[in-house]
């Protein structure tokens, strides 16, 4: 898939910085519940974002980052909470303690393949919550009853409200670690990483340590993760382990396949996705009992199947990938070309693709 | 722009004393976001999907007890429009769901919301917003704390209280105790741990054994094994229903007779006693406060024929077996009395303020003798159980319904 035009890339951010700010003239529209559910939007593209790092690109499949989102927000509650440290200072911690599990977990992994990999990190993402509970670990963690924390405060007073500056808050975050993750993918390294997802074999036979790129890139997922986790935690306030279940590691999951994998944008995408149609599943049955006459009451999950299903089978590169093949479609009709045009399609598409699809 | 002559001057200043005229003829109706002249919009979260998913039952029946209330005319007139969403038992989604009710749907208060933790979620975010969180289906005792969260308030007997009821009991009627306790490990379990310690006083030395489990184990017979070892002859059961059950049967299969005494959560004659095998339960000592349907002492009562004919008429998917159903109508009867008693005055404050000022209400399916009570100080609304003691398949209820101070 070719590179997101710059243009557009720029008009996005002058939007994403500027809405927010129309919440005085627009309160209804621009409300502080819609600057929460963005924020939530963001972090789960985060999160899908560092999945996506290692299984994307790096082609290790995990079930299981829902686990490292747990280990980022707990390390950034038990350090606001016991350490009172200030909550832009967690991310750096979470975002090292993360790596550091990632990691840890990688050295092992690097022994396991496909169906095995998965069920292993399935396995870790069903021990996280019960650790969390742990009788011995309960003074740290708070146990079941979870640790309930302050939302950021607005700084230097300014005149934001807290979910205005939480917004921008994960705002930054997300524009920072998306820029990191495109340098790292367009560097040697990326491609290294690449080439062990597409010819294992080939790529250690050219000389590439798959080992270190491995355990590196598991580390890196997970410190990606991990930072949405605290980057969750703030914006929640509250952190249990009953949040971090087994669906929050398909819900990544989801969210990656459905953006579509091996594609940056497609993470955005995908983390956007969820957070919208999980909140619209409710809505939508109710829509389709009441408005499309349907007989029985379908439970929001059911919609939710059925979206997934269908749109598995209408894109299944993922969404990314469905607009790309869409456009490409437009694009190759020779009949109708617009004149004032710039020659800018027929240059884009023999673009040698920086980030290649499944 | 238009320069304001004499006739647009005129139109405006008579539309806004039109405008403002018409506020002061309604100046006694006083509302509140969620209330208006028509209808009244009630938030409400339950899990009906996920591991906790049985309890959305309760969910349903609310939805069904408020259907029948606009049947018959609503509140006052107004229509109840109970808006209930999904949280699956996860917190982070409570706080999602919370936050769309209150800032997006704008209701004017929640009610029922279920789940000590889900609660908690949300805890500090609704008393910042000053929106009342009415009747909660928890019963832990943190609820109960009007000093510090005055926009929060329980509903049943606390658990905190309830231990304390049993310790007492238990020292008054059982020689040279020497206590096991099986707990589960979270906020619940603690909740009557703690309070059956206090309930101890220096006593607490009797407690032998104390082992705890998690909901995700699959059996508890290991706790159980360990607990007879220590040479107890109390037993007291913290447990849900599940649980209880498998300990009870063990207990029995172990050849093992305490004095058992089973928190209230698990009183169920459909869901505990019965699984775990009638034989195995007699003299099961526990504290009820609402009738259990499967009670035959009750089927003549008037407030067990009346439910029983509402359940078949309004909410015929319900089991008539279930206690938590008796829980819903219970529940959802306090809050209709509440907000009748708020008049055409629903500003938030006044629903907190009605609803912490009942005095010895008689909810139907609470057990003769207890009432709601609740006032300023006194968050909690049902603060009373009457002991039973099961024989044959059934509870009999003896002594006198127990008040307790409220905390």
């Given at each position: 898939m070719p590179r997101f035009p710059r243009k557009w890339l720029i008009v996005l951010i002058v939007l994403a910085v500027v809405i927010p700010l129309l919440r005085p003239v627009l309160p209804d529209t621009v409300s502080d519940y819609r600057l929460f559910l963005v924020s939530t939007m963001m972090i789960a593209a985060i999160a899908v974002l560092g999945l996506n790092l290692l299984t994307?690109?790096?082609?290790q499949i995990s079930l299981g980052h829902g686990a490292f989102y747990a280990v980022g927000a707990y390390t950034a509650a038990i350090l606001m909470d016991q350490a009172n440290m200030p909550y832009w200072a967690t991310l750096p911690a979470a975002a090292v303690v993360c790596f550091i599990v990632g990691y840890l977990f990688g050295l092992p992994a690097l022994k396991l393949e496909g169906h095995y990999l998965a069920l292993a990190t399935f396995a870790l993402a069903l021990a996280v919550p019960q650790i969390l509970k742990y009788k011995w670990l309960e003074g740290l963690t708070g146990g079941v009853q979870g640790i309930v924390l302050s939302k950021p405060e607005v700084p230097f007073g300014l005149p934001l409200t807290e979910d205005q500056w939480l917004y921008y808050y994960c705002f930054v975050v997300l524009v920072f670690l998306y820029w990191a993750a495109h340098n790292i993918l367009n560097s040697r390294s990326g491609r290294a990483m690449m080439a062990i997802r597409d010819y294992h074999i080939a790529a250690d036979t050219m000389g590439i340590d798959t080992a270190l790129y491995k355990t590196v890139t598991f580390g890196i997922s997970a410190a990606y993760t991990g930072i949405a986790g605290a980057l969750s935690a703030s914006a929640i306030a509250f952190v249990a382990p009953d949040s971090f279940n087994i669906f929050l590691s398909i819900k990544f999951l989801i969210g990656l396949v459905v953006g579509g994998i091996g594609s940056l944008t497609g993470s955005i995408v995908g983390g956007i996705f969820y957070v919208l149609v999980d909140n619209s599943a409710q809505a939508l049955s109710t829509f389709a009992k009441n408005d499309l006459g349907l007989q029985f009451d379908l439970s929001a999950y059911t919609v939710f199947g059925i979206l997934l299903i269908v749109l598995m089978f209408l894109m299944p590169t993922g969404i990314v990938g469905g607009i790309y093949a869409l456009w490409r479609s437009l694009h190759r009709g020779p009949a109708i070309v617009d004149p004032h045009a710039a020659p800018a399609p027929a240059k884009s598409a023999s673009q040698p693709a920086t980030e290649r699809s499944h | 722009m238009k320069k304001t002559n004499r006739r647009t001057f005129v139109a405006g200043a008579s539309a806004a004393a039109l405008l403002t005229g018409k506020g002061v003829a309604f100046a006694q109706k006083k509302y509140d976001d969620g209330a208006s002249d028509t209808e009244i919009k009630i938030g409400h979260t339950n899990p009906y999907s996920g591991p906790a998913s049985s309890y959305g039952v309760i969910g349903k029946t609310i939805a069904n007890y408020w259907k029948s209330v606009n049947e018959a005319g609503g509140v006052n007139g107004r229509k109840i429009n109970f808006i209930s969403l999904d949280d699956g038992y996860n917190p982070s989604k409570t706080v999602e769901c919370v936050r769309q009710l209150v800032e997006q749907d704008k209701v004017l208060c929640t009610f029922n919301t279920l789940g000590t933790p889900c609660n908690t979620a949300i805890h500090k975010y609704m008393n910042q917003k000053k929106v009342p969180m009415l009747f909660v289906a928890t019963g832990a005792s943190k609820w109960g704390n009007p000093k510090e969260f005055p926009w929060t308030m329980g509903y049943q007997p606390d658990y905190h209280t309830e231990g304390v009821i049993y310790a007492k009991h238990l020292l008054a009627n059982v020689k040279d105790p020497k206590i096991a306790v099986l707990m589960q490990n979270d906020d619940y379990g603690k909740d009557y741990w703690n309070g059956f310690k206090e309930g101890l006083g220096k006593d607490a030395d009797k407690v032998v054994k104390h082992v705890t489990y998690e909901t995700t184990d699959p059996t508890v017979e290991s706790q159980v094994i360990q607990l007879k070892d220590s040479g107890a002859n109390v037993f007291f059961n913290i447990a849900i229903p599940k649980f209880a059950a498998q300990a009870m049967r063990k207990a029995g299969d172990l050849g093992w007779k305490p004095t058992i005494y089973l928190n209230n959560v698990s009183s169920s004659v459909a869901n505990t006693m019965k699984p775990s095998g009638f034989e195995n339960v007699q003299g099961v000592l526990t504290a009820q406060y609402l009738m259990d349907p499967t009670d035959k002492q009750w089927a003549d009562h008037p407030d067990m024929k009346a439910w029983v004919a509402w359940m078949k008429k309004s909410?015929?998917?319900?089991?008539?077996?279930?206690?938590s159903n008796v829980f819903a109508y219970s529940v959802s009867f306090l809050m209709h009395k509440t907000l009748e008693k708020c008049g055409d005055n629903l500003t938030r404050e006044n629903l907190m303020r009605q609803a912490a000022n009942h005095q010895k209400l008689k909810v139907p399916l609470c057990l003769p003798g207890i009432t709601v009570s609740t006032s300023p100080t006194d968050y909690y609304p049902i603060q009373a159980v009457q002991l039973a003691r099961f024989k044959g398949e059934t509870w009999e209820l003896f002594g006198d319904v127990m008040h307790a101070e409220s905390s």
């Open positions: 994307g690109f790096n082609g | 909410n015929p998917g319900g089991s008539l077996d279930d206690a």
